[in-house]
């Protein structure tokens, strides 16, 4: 397995919406693989395929809370068939936005399909943490980051902030 380097905005393939895969080969596997670990190492609890560079639609998941109990979704193509009416607001962090925090407010419930790392179809409904974690990956695929679910004063302050981290990265090399 490799770790590959995470993406952080302003970035163009962040704001891409992503292809969909054809299947899940031994190609698509890898990439589900390598985006694991590269989430593991961060750590993140969700990883999706345009935070590395790639603009297909690959996410990986894991909210077990220690690497004792890992429980490794992986997800291509997946799709949202329902939400519950009622919301929930979870406090929401991004590795693409990175040292910034901010309650964002998503249906409390979801039903997703899927393709697995097996290529079968897989349909979940799930609710708190995992349900919000799906959105926020789902919101990846369509170039959308959770600062885009903020009022713009504050999506601009964090943005600008990170340029100015981009820029003087930079100049420093
Ligand atoms: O690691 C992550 N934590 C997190 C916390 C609350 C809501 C969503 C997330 S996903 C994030 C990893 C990430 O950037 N996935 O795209
Ligand atoms: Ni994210």
Redesign the pocket.
């Known amino acids: 397995m490799t770790v590959l380097p995470i993406v952080t905005a302003p970035d163009p393939v962040l704001k891409k919406k992503a292809v969909k895969v054809a299947a899940v080969d031994d190609r698509v596997r890898q990439l589900m693989d390598d985006m694991l670990e590269t ?1 593991y190492l ?7 395929a345009p ?1 590395i560079g790639l603009s297909e639609r690959v996410v990986v998941i894991d909210i077990g809370r220690s690497e004792e109990n890992r429980q490794p979704l992986y997800l291509a193509n997946p799709e949202i068939l329902w939400v519950s009416d009622e919301d929930n607001i ?8 990175p040292e910034h925090y901010a309650e ?1 407010t998503r249906p409390k419930a979801v039903k997703v399909s899927f393709l697995d790392r097996d290529n079968n179809t897989v349909e979940i409904e799930t609710d708190g ?1 995992l349900a ?2 799906i959105q ?2 789902l919101d ?1 695929l369509d170039g959308v980051l ?1 600062i885009d679910h903020l009022t713009s004063l504050k999506r601009n302050m964090i943005l600008r902030k990170l340029l100015k981290q981009k820029k003087e990265a930079a100049a420093d090399k």
């Open positions: 989430m961060a750590p993140g609890i969700g990883l999706a935070q979870y406090e929401e962090g991004c590795l693409s936005v964002v943490l919000t974690v926020h990956e990846h959770f």
